[in-house]
């Protein structure tokens, strides 16, 4: 005799499906969309001169910039890898390699000598109306409408915060 689930059928195997199959596998979904997505940002980024990476550190850049008034303070190096959830280590490269593109400054801040400020140039300020093309070509080219990719950040939103939350109880 066989129990019959509530759970709806895999796709792929229905009832009874292994669940250790590939393609059943949430980690490897996310890896492989993960690739495919950064493959559509190439192009598009590569006029701008920046890497996938090098632009999610002018997005932080840019919101901090647009999220102040009057005189905008810098963000410090730890204040960005934490917006981006990456290690000093991690940034530090992409900041150089940002600071020798002209897009940012970096420098030690006054008063304490262990933070490092970042702050963007008039040119980096200036890059951010030419990327302003670069979210609605992601999203035709993915051919998928915004209230479908709304639904998957709030999920994927959703997914790394358990998963943070999850991690920290191993930690």
């Known amino acids: ?15 009874g499906a292994d669940p250790l199959a590939l393609e059943r596998q949430v980690c490897f979904a996310l890896a492989v969309s993960n690739r495919a997505v950064l493959a559509v940002y190439r192009p598009l980024l590569e006029p701008l ?17 647009r999220s102040t008034s009057g005189g905008i303070p810098p963000l410090s190096v730890k204040e960005i ?17 940002l600071e020798a593109l002209g897009l940012l400054t970096r420098s030690r801040r006054a008063g304490d000598e262990r933070a490092t400020d970042v702050e963007l140039t ?14 609605p070509a ?4 993915l051919g998928v409408g915004l209230a479908e ?16 939350a999850a991690n920290s109880l191993t930690d």
């Open 1 to 15: 005799m066989t129990a019959v689930s509530d759970a709806p059928a895999a796709s792929s195997g229905g009832l």
């Open 49 to 65: 001169g920046l890497t996938h990476p090098q632009y999610l550190v002018m997005l932080a850049l840019w919101d901090h910039r």
């Open 81 to 97: 890898a934490s917006a981006l959830q990456l290690d000093s280590a991690t940034l530090s490269p992409m900041l150089k390699r």
């Open 122 to 135: 008039d040119a980096g300020i200036a890059l951010r109306e030419r990327a302003l093309a670069i979210p």
């Open 138 to 141: 992601v999203v035709e080219r």
């Open 149 to 164: 990719l709304d639904e998957l950040h709030r999920v994927l939103t959703r997914i790394n915060s358990a998963a943070l």
